[in-house]
């Protein structure tokens, strides 16, 4: 397996940035790339369109309110990657505000292991300074 990993420190308390990001359909809410997130399955499975018009459907694997984190895998998705898991979690760092920590886990295919963690590390720093604007806001 081969992971990926991002941090972003924000002046935001930790409660804060959980209530933009913690719901597991708020994707397009901060992630401007995300137009649309449709729950089914009592909220547990998630279809994502980005915007060109791409599906990617994730699972949510888990979910814990009082860490401010949740897990996800992907059920559907054109990256070129297979048993693919992430976590995304906000971490109180008291007067300092919070930390946002998205990672992942996956087996490339078809790609290199450098090529798979720097689509991913792609994806979770545009993601996160997406985030950083919409607090900024």
């Known amino acids: 397996m081969t992971a990926a990993r991002v ?11 959980w209530q933009l990001i913690g719901g597991f359909g708020s994707l397009p809410d ?3 790339y995300i ?15 980005n ?12 979910f814990d309110e009082t860490a ?16 693919y898991r992430s976590t995304l979690q906000v971490v109180d760092r008291g007067g300092d ?3 946002v920590e998205w990672s992942g886990t ?13 689509l991913f590390e792609g994806i979770y720093r545009d993601g996160l300074a997406a985030l950083a604007e919409t607090l900024a806001a």
């Open 68 to 83: 401010r984190g949740y897990t996800y895998s992907i059920v559907q998705a054109p990256f070129p990657v297979t048993g």
């Open 97 to 99: 505000g919070s930390r």
């Open 30 to 32: 901060w992630l401007p």
């Open 35 to 49: 137009t649309e997130s449709r729950l089914s399955e009592g909220g547990r499975l998630r279809t994502l369109t």
């Open 7 to 17: 941090t972003l420190d924000v002046r935001q308390s930790a409660d804060r940035v």
């Open 51 to 62: 915007a060109e018009g791409g599906v990617i459907v994730e699972r949510l694997e888990a």
């Open 106 to 118: 996956f087996t490339p295919d078809g790609v290199t292991d450098a090529e798979a963690t720097a």
